[in-house]
């Protein structure tokens, strides 16, 4: 899920280097950077670090799963060429 905080405060930013003058449209930039953003990371279909993490942890648990059943069977494989 998004964070609308995170994309507000990019938004501030951003809109702190638009100069002052042009007031009106600053304004209209913000409004629709806003939408913009939201919709590109939405599209982007990112994670949270936490479900990073997790699913890290769940291919290292997998890798290690994988590694012991190859070492198995080079030992099985061995013992047939006897």
């Not at 409004?31 to 993490?53: G, M, P």
């Not at 012991?68 to 069977?73: I, Y």
């Amino acid at each position: 899920m998004i964070n609308t905080q995170v994309i507000e405060d990019v938004i501030e930013k951003i809109d702190a280097l638009v100069p002052e003058d042009i007031k009106t449209m600053r304004q209209d930039f913000h409004k629709n950077l806003k939408s913009i953003l939201t919709s590109t990371l939405q599209k982007a279909d990112l994670v949270t670090r936490e479900e990073f993490e997790v699913q890290k942890a769940v291919l290292a648990k997998t890798r290690a799963k994988v590694d012991a059943l190859e070492e198995q069977l080079r030992s099985l494989e061995a013992g047939l060429d006897k």
